[in-house]
């Protein structure tokens, strides 16, 4: 699937959507874009989705997930209220029960 960022127009909107998040995260914009996430929280898999909700757990009602940033140790993951545009993000830890899903830019 082709790296996009939910209500950008184009791929260059998408692209700057996406810096501004990862500046606002203090994440790394270099590097590989995620599409999907797969981790463990409290003893519960969770899931989630470039464009879907956040699980019911988070209490972020429909926000479609806008960015998923490797920050090293950890993933954030992003709507508008958790760390898109304000608020903290998700945090999702990174180890060996957590999965992370590629965009494929070579996709058309």
């Known amino acids: 699937m ?3 960022v939910p ?8 692209e700057r959507v996406y810096q501004a998040i990862a500046k606002f995260n203090h994440a ?3 590097g590989r874009r995620i599409r999907a996430l797969r981790w463990t929280h ?8 470039v464009g879907d909700a956040l699980p019911a ?9 806008l960015a998923i940033l490797d ?11 958790r ?17 992370a899903t590629y965009f ?5």
């Open 42 to 49: 409290k003893g519960q898999q969770m899931t989630c989705s």
């Open 28 to 30: 790394p914009v270099d």
């Open 71 to 81: 920050c090293g140790t950890l993933y954030k993951v992003c709507t508008e209220n």
């Open 57 to 65: 757990y988070y209490g972020t009602g429909g926000e479609p997930v």
């Open 83 to 99: 760390g898109g545009v304000r608020g903290e993000a998700v945090f999702a830890g990174k180890g060996d029960d957590s999965h």
């Open 104 to 108: 494929d830019d070579s996709d058309a």
């Open 2 to 4: 082709k790296f996009f």
């Open 7 to 14: 209500a950008a127009e184009d791929s260059t909107q998408a």
